[in-house]
């Protein structure tokens, strides 16, 4: 009997030590708790000395929970600023036309100004009204593919003409700012399967683009394959930086600091949303001093 009482009272204080350190390590690891709350950008986790393996485990789930909620979180401040630069490119696109049809129209009210000089600043607030036109119908159009609300008719379509006309349309717009035009068309029809209307909107925005951007060269291939059509929107230009170039189809990002171009900076993205939607590819790279848009559409 006495050697029961003794192996019970060890196996008592055995249990009961256990239960101490088990209870310790517990409240060690809601205070670490606490302090995780109060500094979540820390990124700690529980640590536990406890050979307890229940316990271990219990831990091991709870930082598992931490570190998908440190994930979100910081996917959270990620979207939180993007849409807060977002909203400040969105408004300052918009202040700046604004800003200056107001300060016309007040001219135009102007008593000593003469009716020559009024209709002078009626054109320019055409022109500024026209520009806050598109930079609106530039935010309502890539919302609408965002969300794929964007419906396409697909049919097949005559790369080469459209090109041609396309291109024909900003001549003399190459002409004014003395950049030379080279098309390169191989003489085989090429025929892609597109939206009509959004792959003449493609082109737009290509040559637009290079229109803006080049210094004296501006040139167009369209080279097929077996399988694709390819087409190559190439000009020189300015220095582009590594980073740039992995922002070119970057919403909003207009290679301009200042934001003086009067460019939304949604024009690349709207065609690279437009390509990827109508199963093409597009990339953007710089050889040989020659900055070069390249399209890729598996042919019809």
């Known amino acids: 009997m006495q050697y029961i009482c003794i192996i019970l009272l060890i196996l008592t204080t055995v249990l009961a030590a256990r239960l101490y350190f088990v209870h310790k390590a517990l409240h060690r690891a809601a205070e670490d708790m606490d302090q995780i709350e109060e500094h979540p950008e820390q990124n700690r986790q529980l640590k536990t000395s406890s050979t307890n393996s229940g316990l271990e485990k219990l831990l091991r789930r709870i930082n598992l929970l931490y570190h998908a909620r440190q994930k979100e979180r910081i996917l959270y401040q990620r979207r939180e600023h993007i849409i807060r630069q977002e909203i400040e490119n969105i408004s300052h696109d918009l202040r700046t036309p604004l800003t200056s049809i107001i300060g016309y129209l007040d001219l135009t009210e102007d008593e000593e100004a003469t009716p020559a000089e009024q209709q002078e600043y009626l054109g320019i607030i055409r022109k500024r009204a026209k520009?806050?036109?598109?930079?609106?119908?530039?935010?309502?159009?890539?919302?609408?593919?965002?969300?794929?609300?964007?419906?396409?008719?697909?049919?097949?379509?005559?790369?080469?003409?459209?090109?041609?006309?396309?291109?024909l349309a900003y001549y003399l717009d190459f002409e004014k700012r003395d950049i030379q035009v080279e098309v390169s068309l191989e003489e085989k029809p090429c025929f892609i399967i597109s939206d009509k209307i959004q792959f003449e909107r493609i082109l737009n925005n290509l040559i637009q683009n290079a229109l803006k951007y080049a210094e004296k060269q501006f040139i167009v291939r369209q080279i097929s394959t077996k399988d694709s059509c390819c087409l190559q929107f190439m000009n020189d230009t300015a220095n582009i930086s590594a980073d740039e170039l992995t922002r070119i189809f970057e919403?909003?990002?207009?290679?301009?600091?200042?934001?003086?171009?009067?460019?939304?900076?949604?024009?690349?993205?709207?065609?690279?949303?437009?390509?990827e939607k109508m199963k093409g590819q597009i990339e953007a790279r710089i050889e040989q001093d020659l900055f070069i848009i390249e399209l890729r559409w598996p042919i019809s």
């Open 251 to 275: 919403r909003f990002y207009t290679g301009d600091q200042s934001r003086t171009n009067q460019s939304s900076g949604l024009g690349l993205t709207i065609t690279q949303l437009l390509v």
């Open 131 to 167: 520009v806050l036109q598109g930079f609106i119908q530039d935010f309502y159009e890539i919302s609408r593919i965002e969300a794929d609300d964007y419906p396409l008719q697909l049919t097949s379509v005559p790369v080469q003409s459209m090109l041609k006309e396309a291109i």
